[in-house]
C-alpha cells in the first residue's frame, strides 16, 4: 500500500487544531503544478495551553523528521525533477532548548530550522502567516484563495503540516499508527502535563484517566486556552477537538469579567489588525466590557460580525470562548441561551 | 473565450463569465454593493469587510448562506447570492460603523465634504455613526515637505496607500507599524528611502486620509483681500480631468469652463500652462539637439516630473547632469508672467500672484524650491490640486459646465497640440521630437526634413516604451517610462537610449496624485485620448509654431542673465541627509 493510502485508511486529520484530512491535503499538494515544492513542518505552537508540540519534538523528533522525508518523497516520487525543500517553522522557545539536539537529527538532510521571530505570536502560527513570516513579509494571514497547496511559499505548491500531523504519518508508514494523540491538561487539575492517549476518548474520560478529574466544582476549555470552547461538568461526554487541551477552571470564586477579560486581552493582542471586524470589534468588545452595564446586545452583534465576517480564522474563533462561557458556564445574558452553534464555521 | 455559466443574483439568474468577481458580476448589473479597500488599480486585499454578501453554493442544504467578501470571491456556477439579506445587512452595516468610528470627521476643511463616501454610505446604508467613541483623536498627521500628508486621525488602515507606494510606485515610503488595533501607517525610519510627494497614496486613499497638504485656504484668502493681481495658470492634463468632479463624463474636455470657472472665482487673469509646456519644449528641444551635437551627456532625462526628479537627487544623483535644466512648464509660465508679462503690464512682480492648477502634488513641493526663483520671486506661489480646484468652485457654488466658455488671457494664452499633450505619458518626449526635428533641420526642405508630427511610438499605456525614431535623417534611441515602479530596469541599461521621458504617475499628468477621485486605468486611459484628440483638433501643433513662445524668447534673449534663471534649473543630490 502506498503511503497516500496508508493516511487514508488511518484517516489522519491535521492535529494542529483545523482537523483537515491530511490524505485531502497532500493529493491537492501533490496534484498541484510546479517543479518546485515546500514542506513546512508547524511546530509554531502559539496557542497558550497548547504543549504537545514541543513535547513531541524532544521525545520523538526522529521520527517527525522521518515522517517529513515520506512526504517528500511521496511529492517528488516519480517526478525527480521536482525539488522539495522542507523547513521546520520552529517556535523561538523551543528552538532555545531543543534546536541543538534537532539540527543534530536532521544531519545532513535538506531540512531547514526556520525560528518563528520574536512577537509573531499566535497568529505567527496560521498557516499563510507563516508563509509571511519565512518569505520576511509581515506576519499575518494572507487573502485565500489561492491556498497555499496551490500558491505557497513564493508561490510554490507547500505542504504545512503540524508536528503531530507528520509524527502520525511515520507511525502510519512503519504500521505503528495506534490511533493515539497529545493531550494537554492544564489550569486547576492535579497531574497537569502531556499524555498520550486514544484519540476518540472524551473529555471526561481524559481528565479521570490521567488523574485529572477535580474533586471540585468546575468548568474547562477545550481546544486552546485562547480559541477553545468552554464547557461545564455535564457537557464532558464528547470528544477534545482541535490541539488536544484542556484547561480546568474552579467554578466556585472564578470573576466571570477576569475571566473574559484574559480572552479579550488574549485576541486583542493577536489580532492582525487587517480587517475590520476583528481589528476594531475586538477593540469595542474590550471597552464594552469594562463597563459597569455592559450593553449585551451590541457584545453579541459584534461578536456575531466576527463570526460572519471576519478575514481569517482568529477572528471567527474570538466568539468560541466567550458565547459558549455566557450559554454554558455563567448562564449569563439571556441573549446568548438560545444559540446552539459552538463551534466557529472556519474551523469545521 | 472565458467560459459563460449562470448564478443566482438576487433571485435573478444571471449570467457571468468565469474569472469574474461576484462584485464585477453585480456592478455589471446595476446592483450597487459598497467598497472601501478595493480599488481596479490593485489586486483584492479583502480587508474592510463592507462588501460582503450572502453565498450559498451549488447544491447547498443551508437555509442561510455563509459570506463572503464580494470583491474578492470569484462567481462559481450555480451560487446562489444575496447583496442586501438580514445577514448581509447586519455585518456590512456593522462594519461601516466600525470603520468610522476610526475616521475623525473634519469635514468643514475637507475638499470631499461635498461628495464624501462615507457619509453618502452611512446614507444610503442607514448606518447608525454614533455608537461608538473615535478612537484616533490622538493619531499623529505626517507631513511629507509640503506636499503630502497621512491624517492618522483618519486613517481607516484598508492600505490602498502601501499598495500604491510600494507595488505601483516601488518607492515603499509607508509601512504599517504595529499590530491588530494598534497598527498605523507612518513613514519609515530607514533612510535609505524618501517620500518623492508623487501623491499615488493619496489618489488612492478611500477616505482621504493621505492627502494633499492644502493651499486652497491660503488662496481663498488672498481672492478674499485682494491686495495683489491673482493669476491662475493651469495645467495641460486638468482640462480632460475636472469636470469628472462635476459629473461630466470621463476625458470630457472642459478648457474653457476652466477659463470661466477661476475668472468666476475671482482671478483677474488666466494664463494656460500649455504656452508654458511649448516654451519648454523649445528648451528641452534645443538641449537635445546640443547635447548629442557635442557629445555631452547622453541619454538626456526629462524633468518635468519633480516627483522624478526628487527620485534622482535622492536615490540616483548620479544621473544629475542626464536631467535636461530646462524648467518645468508651469515653472517657466510663472517665471515668464512675472518678467515678460509684469513688464509689458507695468506691473511689481511683487505684486502678483500666481497660482497653478495642477494634477499633482509634488508640483508643490517643486514650486516652493529655493532656487526656482526669479529675482526674489518665486515663480508661482501657490499650487492647488485638481481636487482642491474643483472644491472651491463647488464651495463657491460656482455651476461648473454650465458657465459661459471663455478663453484664456493672452497674450500667454496661445498653445499648440504639442503643449496640450504633455499631460499624458509620452507627450513630453512627443513634442520635443517634434521640434527637435525641425530644428535640427534648419530650413532645409530635404527628403529626410519632411513635417514629421505622429510619434505613435512613444504612445499608450505599457509601463515602458522604447523606440528608434529618426529626427532628421538620424537614428535617435528613446525610451518613455510610464510610472515610476519601471524606473530601475532603464537605469540599468542607460547607455542603449538617447532621450528619455520619465513620469512619475501611471499615465503621466492625467493620472497625478492631484487628480480626480477615483482614478482608474479606464480613466486615465479616456482621459489620455481626450489629449490626443485636442492634439489632432489643433491647427498648429509644433511648439516652434507658437507665436507668442518665440516672440518671450526673443524677449528674454535681450534680457541675458534672466533667460538662464527663468528657463533653466538645476539639481543637487539629497543624499547628503542619509544617515548611517
Ligand atoms: S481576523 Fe482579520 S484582523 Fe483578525 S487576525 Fe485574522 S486577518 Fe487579522
Ligand atoms: S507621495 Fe508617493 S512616494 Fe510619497 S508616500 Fe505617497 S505614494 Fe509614497
Ligand atoms: S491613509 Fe488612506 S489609503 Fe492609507 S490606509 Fe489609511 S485610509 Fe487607507
Ligand atoms: S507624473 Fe505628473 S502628476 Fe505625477 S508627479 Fe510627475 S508631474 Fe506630478
Ligand atoms: S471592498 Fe471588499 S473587503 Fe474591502
Redesign the interface.
Known amino acids: 500500500m502506498n503511503i497516500l493510502a496508508k493516511i487514508k485508511k488511518a484517516n489522519l486529520l491535521g492535529r494542529g487544531g483545523g482537523c483537515f484530512s491530511t490524505t485531502l491535503k497532500w493529493k491537492m499538494v501533490d496534484e498541484a503544478s510546479g517543479n518546485e515544492k515546500y514542506i513546512v513542518c508547524n511546530a509554531s505552537e502559539g496557542e497558550p495551553g497548547v504543549k504537545k508540540d514541543g513535547y513531541i519534538l524532544k521525545h520523538r523528533a526522529e521520527e517527525v523528521i522521518e515522517g517529513i522525508e515520506i512526504a517528500r518523497s511521496f511529492l517528488n516520487k516519480g517526478k525527480k525533477k521536482i525539488k522539495v525543500k522542507a523547513y521546520i517553522y520552529i517556535n523561538g522557545d523551543y528552538y532555545q532548548t531543543l534546536g541543538p539536539g534537532l539540527l543534530e537529527c536532521i544531519g545532513k538532510k535538506d531540512i531547514e530550522l526556520f525560528v518563528k521571530p520574536h512577537g509573531a505570536g499566535y497568529i505567527g502560527g496560521e498557516e499563510t502567516s507563516i508563509l509571511n513570516s519565512i518569505e520576511g513579509e509581515?506576519i499575518?494571514p494572507r487573502?485565500r484563495p489561492p491556498y497555499p497547496t496551490t500558491n505557497g511559499l513564493w508561490g510554490c505548491p507547500t505542504l504545512i503540516n503540524n508536528v503531530e500531523t507528520l509524527l502520525n504519518v511515520s507511525l502510519v508508514n512503519s504500521d505503528n499508527y495506534r490511533k493515539e494523540r497529545y493531550y494537554t491538561v492544564s489550569g486547576k487539575a492535579q497531574n497537569k502535563g502531556v499524555f498520550y492517549l486514544p484519540d476518540d476518548w472524551t473529555i471526561e474520560k481524559v481528565l479521570k484517566e490521567t488523574r485529572n478529574y477535580p474533586f471540585f466544582d468546575f468548568f474547562v476549555q477545550v481546544g486552546g486556552d485562547g480559541s477553545g470552547v468552554v464547557l461545564n461538568k455535564k457537557q464532558l461526554k464528547i470528544p477534545v477537538n482541535g490541539a488536544g487541551t484542556i484547561k480546568v477552571y474552579k467554578l466556585q470564586g472564578h470573576k466571570a469579567e477576569k475571566i473574559m477579560k484574559s480572552w479579550l486581552d488574549f485576541f486583542?493582542?493577536?489580532?492582525?489588525?487587517?480587517?475590520?471586524?476583528c481589528?476594531?470589534?475586538?477593540?469595542?468588545l474590550s471597552q464594552i466590557v469594562k463597563k459597569d452595564s455592559v450593553d449585551w446586545i451590541?457584545f453579541k452583534?459584534?461578536l456575531?460580525?466576527l463570526e460572519?465576517?471576519?478575514?481569517c480564522g482568529l477572528g471567527c474563533a474570538v466568539p468560541i470562548p466567550l458565547k459558549s462561557y455566557l450559554k454554558n458556564v455563567a448562564k449569563l445574558p439571556g441573549v446568548f441561551i438560545q444559540d446552539q452553534k459552538l463551534v466557529c464555521?472556519c474551523f469545521k | 473565450m472565458a467560459k459563460i455559466f449562470y448564478i443566482t443574483l438576487n433571485n435573478k439568474r444571471t449570467k457571468c463569465s468565469e474569472g469574474e468577481t461576484i462584485l464585477e458580476v453585480a456592478k455589471r448589473n446595476k446592483i450597487s454593493i459598497p467598497t472601501l479597500c478595493h480599488h481596479l488599480d490593485f489586486s483584492?486585499?479583502?480587508?474592510?469587510?463592507?462588501c460582503?454578501v450572502e453565498v450559498k453554493e451549488k447544491g447547498s442544504k443551508k437555509k442561510i448562506g455563509?459570506?463572503v467578501?464580494s470583491c474578492?470571491t470569484e462567481a462559481r456556477p450555480g451560487m446562489i447570492i444575496k447583496t442586501n439579506s438580514e445577514?448581509v445587512k447586519?455585518?456590512r452595516n456593522?462594519?461601516i460603523e466600525?470603520?468610522f468610528?476610526?475616521h475623525v470627521e473634519k469635514c468643514e476643511s475637507c475638499v470631499w465634504s461635498l461628495n464624501c463616501s462615507l457619509r453618502k454610505m452611512a446614507r444610503d446604508y442607514d448606518v447608525k455613526i454614533t455608537?461608538?467613541k473615535e478612537?484616533k483623536e490622538n493619531r499623529k498627521i505626517y507631513k511629507f515637505a509640503n506636499a503630502v500628508e497621512i491624517d492618522g486621525t483618519q486613517c481607516i488602515?484598508c492600505r490602498n496607500c502601501i499598495e500604491a507606494c510600494s507595488v505601483m510606485q516601488n518607492i515603499n515610503y509607508l509601512e504599517?507599524k504595529?499590530?491588530?488595533?494598534?497598527?498605523e501607517i507612518v513613514p519609515t525610519t530607514n533612510k535609505d528611502f524618501d517620500c518623492i510627494y508623487c501623491g499615488q497614496c493619496a489618489l488612492h486613499c478611500p477616505v482621504s486620509a493621505a492627502q494633499e497638504q492644502s493651499e486652497w485656504e491660503e488662496v481663498e484668502k488672498k481672492i478674499r483681500n485682494k491686495k495683489k493681481i491673482l493669476v491662475a495658470q493651469f495645467a495641460p492634463s486638468i482640462r480632460v480631468s475636472v469636470g469628472e468632479e462635476f459629473g461630466l463624463p470621463y476625458g470630457k474636455i472642459v478648457t474653457d469652463q476652466i477659463v470661466s470657472g477661476l475668472k468666476a472665482l475671482g482671478f483677474d487673469y488666466v494664463f494656460d500652462v500649455n504656452f508654458g509646456a511649448d516654451l519648454t519644449t523649445m528648451v528641452e528641444a534645443e538641449e537635445l539637439l546640443e547635447r548629442i551635437k557635442y557629445k555631452k551627456t547622453i541619454p538626456m532625462i526629462t524633468s518635468c516630473c519633480p516627483a522624478w526628479v526628487k527620485y534622482t537627487e535622492f536615490y540616483h544623483p548620479e544621473l544629475i547632469p542626464n536631467l535636461t535644466t530646462s524648467r518645468s512648464p508651469h515653472i517657466h509660465l510663472g517665471g515668464v508672467i512675472k518678467t515678460y508679462w509684469a513688464r509689458k503690464m507695468k506691473i511689481n512682480p511683487k505684486n502678483i500672484e500666481v497660482v497653478s492648477i495642477m494634477p499633482c502634488t509634488a508640483k508643490k513641493y517643486e514650486a516652493k524650491r529655493k532656487e526656482m526663483k526669479v529675482g526674489g520671486n518665486y515663480p508661482v506661489d501657490n499650487v492647488l490640486t485638481t481636487r482642491e480646484f474643483a472644491w472651491l468652485m463647488k464651495k463657491n457654488k460656482i455651476k461648473f459646465g454650465k458657465l459661459k466658455n471663455e478663453k484664456s488671457d493672452n497674450p500667454l494664452g496661445e498653445y499648440t497640440g504639442a503643449g496640450a499633450i504633455y499631460g499624458g505619458s509620452g507627450g513630453v518626449m512627443e513634442s520635443a521630437l517634434r521640434t527637435a526635428h525641425y530644428m535640427a533641420c534648419g530650413n532645409k526642405k530635404s527628403g529626410v526634413c519632411r513635417s514629421k508630427i505622429d510619434f505613435k511610438e512613444v504612445r499608450g499605456m505599457d509601463g515602458v516604451k522604447e523606440a528608434v525614431v529618426k529626427v532628421a535623417g538620424s537614428p535617435l534611441r528613446v525610451a518613455v517610462v510610464n510610472g515610476i515602479g519601471n524606473i530601475e530596469p532603464i537605469i540599468e541599461n542607460l547607455s542603449n537610449y538617447d532621450y528619455i521621458e520619465v513620469m512619475a504617475c501611471p499615465g503621466g499628468c492625467i493620472g497625478g496624485g492631484g487628480q480626480p477621485i477615483p482614478t482608474t486605468k479606464e480613466i486615465r486611459e479616456k482621459r489620455i485620448q481626450a489629449l490626443y484628440k485636442i492634439d489632432k483638433g489643433k491647427k498648429i501643433r509644433k511648439a516652434h509654431e507658437n507665436k507668442g513662445v518665440l516672440e518671450v524668447l526673443d524677449w528674454l534673449e535681450e534680457k541675458k542673465g534672466l533667460e538662464h534663471k527663468v528657463l533653466h534649473t538645476y539639481y543637487y543630490s539629497k543624499r547628503l541627509k542619509r544617515g548611517k
Open positions: 509581515r499575518e487573502l486583542l493582542g493577536e489580532s492582525c489588525g487587517q480587517c475590520t471586524p481589528r476594531e470589534g475586538i477593540y469595542r451590541l452583534e459584534i456575531e460580525n460572519e465576517s471576519s478575514f464555521k | 483584492a486585499k479583502g480587508n474592510c469587510r463592507i460582503v455563509d459570506l467578501t474578492s445577514k447586519k455585518s456593522l462594519n466600525l470603520i468610528s476610526e455608537r461608538f478612537r488602515d504599517i504595529g499590530k491588530g488595533y494598534k497598527q
